[in-house]
């Protein structure tokens, strides 16, 4: 008779040794997600440099407004002209374009470009563009000094906004490219678009 508790507790016992056991794994299956969901963004960044798409250049890698000192434009190639091609795609009720499609540029030379965004709905709404390149092996030496690429943008209804790249092109490109095409691709943030339908509305501020 005595051991009727005793024996009465092993079960207790075992089942909390396995609330114990459910409680660690649970815990190392939300570490394992954490660690995973905190990997996407460097995994993706790795894809995109292996495959030429959607990547910042090495200068536009440091946080805008820092004091990290950029490579200083001090050599203009003058026997070298470079075609740069602007392109802009518009993945949402949006008008995106820039204000020249090409230019002719000397490696080296310091250059300024405009592009434009209206926000043709009839709500406010947040954007951020994502840059990409061709042909691939120019990524690398496609310099941004400013770029609204850096930033997200916050436009009212109806908000036209003029934002500049200023960039130049690294002597050392390739001698075989002598045309580069800058693309963008003007997203919407999610979470952030007011739960309203949306409509063309007219412009503020329109550009003469």
């Keep these: 008779?005595?051991?009727?508790?005793?024996?009465?507790?092993?079960?207790?016992?075992?089942?909390?040794?396995?609330?114990?056991?459910?409680?660690?794994?649970?815990?190392?299956?939300?570490?394992?997600?954490?660690?995973?969901?905190?990997?996407?963004?460097?995994?993706y960044k790795?894809?995109?440099?292996?495959?030429?798409?959607?990547?910042?250049s090495?200068?536009?890698?440091?946080?805008?407004g820092s004091s990290t000192t950029r490579p200083a434009n001090t050599q203009v190639d003058r026997s070298r002209t470079i075609t740069v091609e602007f392109d802009a795609n518009s993945r949402g009720p949006w008008e995106f374009k820039p204000m020249v499609r090409s230019l002719e540029v000397h490696p080296g030379e310091l250059t300024t470009v405009m592009y434009e965004f209206v926000n043709v709905q009839n709500r406010t709404m947040a954007a951020q563009a994502i840059p990409s390149y061709a042909p691939k092996q120019a990524t690398a030496h496609f310099n941004k000094i400013e770029c609204f690429c850096f930033n997200e943008y916050t436009l009212a209804p109806g908000e036209r906004k003029q934002w500049p790249v200023v960039f130049y092109i690294d002597p050392k490109l390739p001698g075989d490219v002598r045309t580069i095409t800058l693309s963008y691709t003007f997203f919407e943030v999610g979470?952030?678009?007011v739960a309203s339908p949306s409509a063309v509305v007219p412009l503020l501020g329109s550009a003469s």
């Design 58 to 64: 090495l200068s536009e890698r440091v946080v805008n």
């Design 191 to 193: 979470g952030k678009k």
């Design 1 to 43: 008779m005595s051991q009727q508790p005793e024996s009465g507790s092993r079960p207790a016992s075992r089942v909390r040794g396995d609330n114990r056991r459910m409680l660690g794994k649970l815990a190392l299956i939300v570490a394992l997600m954490f660690g995973f969901g905190y990997a996407l963004v460097p995994i």
């Design 46 to 56: 790795h894809i995109c440099e292996k495959l030429g798409i959607n990547v910042l």
